[in-house]
């Protein structure tokens, strides 16, 4: 998708639907940017945001244990319960209401995997560029509860930990958001800032347009969003630079 610098507001949808797919049998996977064997030229990321992967893997299957590098990457689960290991040491459950980063920096290896044997995991794997390449790999997990979300918009993560958040190495402030039907929330952003919405569930109104689930929007000059529940959603807003 274009980085190109618009003086006037600019929105672009990306619709679910037209996603790339990827099915292994044990997952399940949308990619909203070009990943792994699927290509396209016009969505190689949007700014510093470069994968959405909205993933469901089943039951007593995952992700064996793999490298990244110079990468941040937020896991951000929306069902069942996803198990990360990893070669700093960690190791955790990710459940509904977590937000999890991992700074992969100089290098790591990690593992995810769902243990149950009878609920899949549904979550969404999102990467951004780093600021600084060759840092010290770093882990953070923290839980915010739906009441935080309820309504407004939550900030999980942001680039000084600020409110509460966990901290990423870039210039970017991730929102979520849990919106009952019929409720609405003004975003007022900056006129040189970008805002990517990523609908998780349910319908919402961005400005005049409608977006369903897996539904992506690009918005540059995005001084006033308005932001309209048709039915209950939840969704994840991130202001970039």
Known sequence: MSNATLNQKHLAIRKG??????DRGWLKSYHTFSFANYYDRNYMGFRDLRVINE?????????????????????????GALEHKDSMGNGSVIEPGDAQIVSAGTGITHSEYNHSDREL?????IWVQPNVTGLSPRYEQKFFPEESKLNQLRLI??????DGSITIHQDVNIYASLL??????????KPDRYVWVQ???GKMMLDDELLEAGDGAAV???ESLQLVSKEKAEFLLFDLA
């Not at 639907?17 to 990827?22: C, K, L, S």
């Not at 009952?180 to 952003?189: C, F, L, N, S, T």
């Open 17 to 22: 639907t037209e996603r790339g797919q990827a």
């Open 55 to 79: 993933d469901r893997v089943q039951p007593g299957n995952g992700f064996g244990t793999h490298p990244h590098r110079d990468m941040e990457i937020l896991s951000y689960v929306l069902e």
């Open 121 to 125: 995991v549904h979550f969404l794997q």
């Open 157 to 162: 993560v942001s680039t000084d930990g600020r």
């Open 180 to 189: 009952e039907a019929g409720r609405d929330i003004v975003y007022q952003g």
């Open 199 to 201: 609908v998780a569930r």
């Open 220 to 222: 540059s000059a995005a």
